[in-house]
């Protein structure tokens, strides 16, 4: 396995969900749970284009979407064992911001690598 998938994929997957999973958690003391996702979102896509722009490397747009596949599936599957079989939230867990959260995910590293390449061409 090489670095960019360790590094980049894993790592930055991880720390970057888990994240979003503490400011859930602060959110939690401040807003109705059924909107911190909406709270949440701007932050974690703030913190997610700084992290793509200064610290990933991708030099291809084969490595943008193996990233987006990459961090959704680690988003997907973290989601689900650390908020759906674990919180168990009452109202349930998928609604709009989720969906859009794993769409950002995906979409995110590509958009990001096309703006820092746009020059290049």
């Given at each position: 396995m090489?670095?960019?998938?360790v590094r980049s994929v894993l790592g930055w997957g991880v720390a970057l969900w888990f994240i979003g999973y503490v400011l859930g958690f602060i959110f939690f003391a401040f807003v109705p749970a059924a909107v911190?996702?909406?709270?949440?979102?701007?932050?974690?896509?703030?913190i997610t284009c700084a992290v793509l722009?200064?610290?990933v490397r991708m030099d291809?747009?084969?490595?943008?979407?193996l990233l987006g596949v990459g961090w959704s599936i680690v988003a997907i599957l973290c989601d689900y064992v650390?908020?759906?079989?674990?919180l168990n939230p009452?109202?349930?867990?998928?609604?709009?911001?989720?969906?859009?959260?794993?769409v950002l995910t995906f979409a995110l590293p590509f958009i990001v690598y096309r703006i820092k390449n746009?020059?290049?061409r």
């Open positions: 090489n670095n960019f998938y911190i996702g909406w709270y949440v979102m701007p932050l974690g896509i703030a722009y200064k610290w291809s747009a084969r490595d943008a979407l650390f908020l759906v079989t674990l009452a109202d349930g867990y998928y609604k709009l911001d989720v969906y859009l959260y794993y746009a020059g290049q």
